[in-house]
């Protein structure tokens, strides 16, 4: 149901966004037939669907700090994925990298990739270390990743603008030159009016969807714990996450993680694969939901 409701959340928000475009040019006094709205829509809509193909690989080209692991990193790693696969029935090949980055994490990015840093690395043992790359595997084969490049793609001009002073200043700017321009040419006042609409609208709408999407995203991560558990890797995983919850100080308070948390609480997660392991009382309570 989860997924379900996050895909129907993230094409809302694709749809939305292009519409709102698309009602601003029309507004604006460019003629727009059916033809035309529905070949545009189906472009943006797939260039959002597909972006994890096409804009994954260029954001790690310029932004990435993931590198092919060498011989001793890629056996161990080759092996336990390996074992994860077939537990998981999986003949998909994926891409193993390493995080050149000091801190300790595992992510899963792209369409086909898995990367560790090394530290983490060694501080895992080889059940831990299954255990996330299980976690990790049900991100790739249920295509969260998909969905997340569609939202950051749709995303990424209402996420500029909302963090930009110009924004600040056209709010202010465009209402004003609506009145003055309207002295002079009516011509203008639409084009100016529909400009400061979708300004206003698609930054609300931003704002709005962007929380509801990080509330999504909190479970996830619960689901592919019970996906990690189910292929029998729950207590590596708890372990590995008791190891990443002492590596580091962590976020546990629960406004702000309501807020601005792409991730439960590391300690709710751990809990809640413990009552997954039959080691806490079915009725124990794992924290607040999804935080």
């Not at 149901?1 to 939305?16: E, Q, S, T």
């Not at 475009?21 to 070949?39: E, Q, R, Y």
């Amino acid at each position: 149901m989860y997924k379900i409701i996050r895909i129907g959340l993230v094409a809302l928000y694709v749809f939305l966004i292009g519409f709102l475009f698309l009602l601003m040019l029309a507004t604006s006094g460019v003629f727009i037939s059916w033809w035309t709205f529905a070949v545009a829509m189906t472009a943006w809509t797939l260039a959002c669907w597909m972006s994890v193909y096409y804009l994954s690989p260029v954001h790690l080209f310029f932004h990435g700090r993931l590198r092919p692991p060498i011989m001793e990193e890629e056996a161990r790693l080759q092996g336990c994925l390996q074992e994860v696969e077939k537990s998981a029935s999986c003949e998909k090949k994926f891409c193993l990298r390493m995080v050149e980055e000091k801190e300790e994490k595992v992510i899963s990015f792209g369409y086909d990739t898995i990367a560790i840093s090394a530290s983490l690395l060694k501080e895992l043992t080889d059940e831990e270390l299954k255990g996330v790359m299980a976690h990790q595997l049900g991100h790739l084969i249920s295509r969260d990743t998909m969905v997340s490049w569609a939202f950051a793609t749709a995303h990424h001009l209402p996420k500029k603008l909302r963090r930009s002073s110009l924004l600040l200043k056209l709010l202010i700017l465009l209402p004003a030159a609506f009145f003055i321009v309207g002295f002079f040419s009516n011509k203008l006042i639409f084009p100016i009016g529909a400009a400061w609409m979708f300004l206003v609208s698609s930054v609300l709408l931003d704002l709005l969807f962007s929380w509801l999407h990080l509330q999504l995203l909190r479970q996830r991560e619960y689901h592919q714990d019970e996906f990690a558990h189910h292929l029998g890797y729950g207590r590596g995983l708890r372990d590995a996450l008791v190891k990443l919850a002492q590596a580091s100080e962590q976020q546990v308070n629960a406004w702000v993680n309501l807020l601005y948390g792409r991730t439960p609480v590391i300690y709710h997660r751990i809990r809640r694969l413990e009552q997954l392991l039959a080691w806490r009382a079915a009725g124990s309570s794992a924290g607040p939901q999804g935080q």
